[in-house]
């Protein structure tokens, strides 16, 4: 993409690897926004429903979305391959997307690649963020300050990561709505928009890259928010059956 950038839009790999590119950056962008949800969902439920999750859950769940998810990402992509085509301007080819079919793939990129993954990161991340604040214990105790600790590592390392997610994603789709509306004047707007667009894209892969450290720096904090969430909820468990089995039994004896 650098090249391609330097050498003013020029492409000289052919027809066969203008369409692959198309579908691969397509396939990139629903993967990566898919699988990010998917990672948030699960730390919301491991949050929220630890039992089930941990437990309860089969264990071909998993794998079965990660599949679904790539196969979903796969078809989304698809159609990149037809609106790939190559345009010669000035003696040189340029790999574009047909005009015929970018309306709709530009629709279908900002809902399903950006608007909805959108709705379901932040929302995630908002539970996980509610949920562990009313996980803290009230009254202050001896573990209360690593517990704060732990609590504010968690804080930032999912406020960073939504906005890594909202700093590397909006200007891509920005980018790409300004294209839009410039397609087909072919002016200096366009050629500057045209380059930003494909600058933009950059940071959607370095968030890709960036994502995991994030999460690993999480691990620690997570893991042990996870455990907790999991032991209270199992021992309210054990307390909701002994508090039922002695009334039982108080009720039992007041009627003999």
């Not at 997570?222 to 309210?236: D, H, P, Q």
């Amino acid at each position: 993409m650098l090249g391609y950038i330097v050498h003013n839009h020029s492409w000289p790999f052919g027809l066969v690897f203008c369409q692959l590119i198309m579908f691969l950056r397509g396939l990139g962008l629903y993967a990566s926004a898919f699988l990010l949800c998917a990672v948030a969902l699960e730390r919301c439920l491991c949050l929220l429903r630890p039992v089930w999750a941990r437990l309860r859950r089969p264990s071909w769940a998993v794998p079965l979305a990660c599949g679904i998810l790539w196969l979903v990402a796969t078809i989304l992509s698809a159609p990149y391959f037809h609106s790939a085509v190559l345009i010669v301007k000035k003696g040189s080819y340029h790999c574009h997307e047909s005009g015929n079919f970018t309306m709709g793939l530009f629709v279908t990129e900002t809902v399903g690649g950006f608007i909805l993954p959108l709705l379901v990161f932040v929302g995630s991340n908002l539970a996980v963020l509610i949920t562990i604040r009313q996980a803290a214990p009230s009254t202050p105790t001896s573990s209360t300050p690593s517990n704060a600790r732990r609590m504010t590592r968690m804080y930032h390392v999912l406020f960073f990561t939504m906005l890594l997610f909202l700093t590397c994603w909006v200007p891509y789709f920005v980018c790409r709505f300004l294209r839009e509306l410039s397609a087909g004047k072919q002016d200096a707007m366009y050629k500057r928009v045209l380059t930003a667009t494909y600058i933009s894209l950059f940071l959607v892969y370095i968030k890709s890259a960036l994502n995991p450290i994030l999460y690993v720096f999480a691990a620690r904090g997570l893991g042990r928010a996870i455990k907790a969430s999991l032991v209270s909820t199992i021992e309210r468990l054990f307390n909701d059956d002994s508090t039922e089995s002695i009334r039982r039994k108080s009720l039992k004896n007041s009627q003999m």
